[in-house]
T-cell receptor, first 112, second 112 residues
């Protein structure tokens, strides 16, 4: 049972570089989400996709773009990385509001 | 957007003692509420959820939570702490547009 798979698991970038984080789920879920986790701040929603073909901004969308490639895949792109984007990024998916989200293991991103 | 507030960023209990982790939500209508647990270097796992069926919700690993509308609270409890309960715990609420908002988290330490 793969669930939600995120790649890569770790990445170090230099300021100004670009990067795409990949996320894929095999549970046939309609909705997918990208969060960042920083110490003392919990998880903050960056972008989400309620269904294939739609994307919406969350709490902290600045500096990020997303693509819902198909029902399975939802990618997060940093066009010009900044040190403030150093964080752990989590992807999640679910089918309905009253159902829990399933999380990947995270991508640890450091920007120097 | 609805939000949740977790009171206490760190809670320390002795093994065998009661665990009480506090969560208050901001909503004028009963929301969908979740508790998740995160072990070091892992993603989030669902402990339990409230979706208006019953006010006392039982979850995994002996945890339960009671939804109290009059107090806008959804506190997490466990009668007897175990060393393996040491982790970070997150309360979360789902908004009507399907995005989920998390509290800042409470780190639980269990002393032998």
């Amino acid at each position: 049972n793969a669930g939600v798979t995120q790649t890569p698991k770790f990445q170090v970038l230099k300021t100004g570089q670009s990067m795409t984080l990949q996320c894929a789920q095999d549970m046939n879920h309609n909705s997918m989400y990208w969060y960042r986790q920083d110490p003392g701040m919990g998880l903050r929603l960056i972008y989400y996709s309620a269904s294939e073909g739609t994307t919406d901004k969350g709490e902290v969308p600045n500096g990020y773009n997303v693509s819902r490639l198909n029902k399975r895949e939802f990618s997060l792109r940093l066009e010009s990385a900044a040190p403030s984007q150093t964080s752990v990024y989590f992807c999640a998916s679910t089918n309905q509001r009253d159902q829990p989200q399933h999380f990947g293991d995270g991508t640890r991103l450091s920007i120097l | 957007a609805q939000s949740v507030t977790q009171l206490g960023s760190h809670v320390s209990v002795s093994e065998g003692a009661l665990v009480l982790l506090r969560c208050n939500y901001s909503s004028s209508v009963p929301p969908y509420l979740f508790w998740y647990v995160q072990y070091p270097n892992q993603g989030l796992q669902l402990l339990l959820k409230y979706t208006s069926a019953a006010t006392l919700v039982k979850g995994i690993n002996g945890f339960e939570a009671e939804f109290k509308k009059s107090e806008t609270s959804f506190h997490l409890t466990k009668p007897s702490a175990h060393m393996s309960d040491a982790a970070e715990y997150f309360c979360a609420v789902v908004n009507f547009n399907n995005d989920m908002r998390f509290g800042a988290g409470t780190r639980l330490t269990v002393k032998p």
